[in-house]
Nanobody
Framework: QAQLVESGGGLVQAGGSLRLSCVAS????????MGWYRQAPGKQRELVAA??????NYADSVKGRFTISIDTGKNTVSLSMNSLKPEDTAVYYC?????????WGPGTQVTVSS
């Protein structure tokens, strides 16, 4: 099972930007899917963005504002978040699917103030 460690969360004003990063303990080339989910208080965890077999998928609510990218040399997946809104406030989790096993990072808090 791959170990994942996120970084880059924090507090930002509405309209601002943040960049989240997640380092995987396993080679990116052995991972089928890598991405980000988020969970706001009282809500279910939801997909934000993911790269699966080279294809990128975004939640409708973040399209045009968030960009997911992978650095294969650093085994890192990043999420650039622009034009942040208060409704983007949540704990953001990095995830990967490797050999049929899904792993999760501990999560990083993103808070957007209005």
């Amino acid at each position: 099972q791959a170990q994942l460690v996120e970084s880059g969360g924090g507090l930002v004003q509405a309209g601002g930007s943040l960049r989240l990063s997640c380092v995987a303990s396993a080679s990116i080339f052995s991972i089928n899917e890598m991405g980000w989910y988020r969970q706001a208080p009282g809500k279910q965890r939801e997909l934000v963005a993911a790269i699966t077999s080279g294809r990128t998928n975004y939640a409708d609510s973040v399209k045009g504002r968030f960009t997911i990218s992978i650095d294969t040399g650093k085994n890192t997946v990043s999420l650039s978040m622009n034009s942040l809104k208060p409704e983007d406030t949540a704990v953001y989790y990095c995830t990967c699917l490797r050999y049929g096993t899904r792993s999760w990072g501990p999560g990083t808090q993103v808070t957007v103030s209005s």
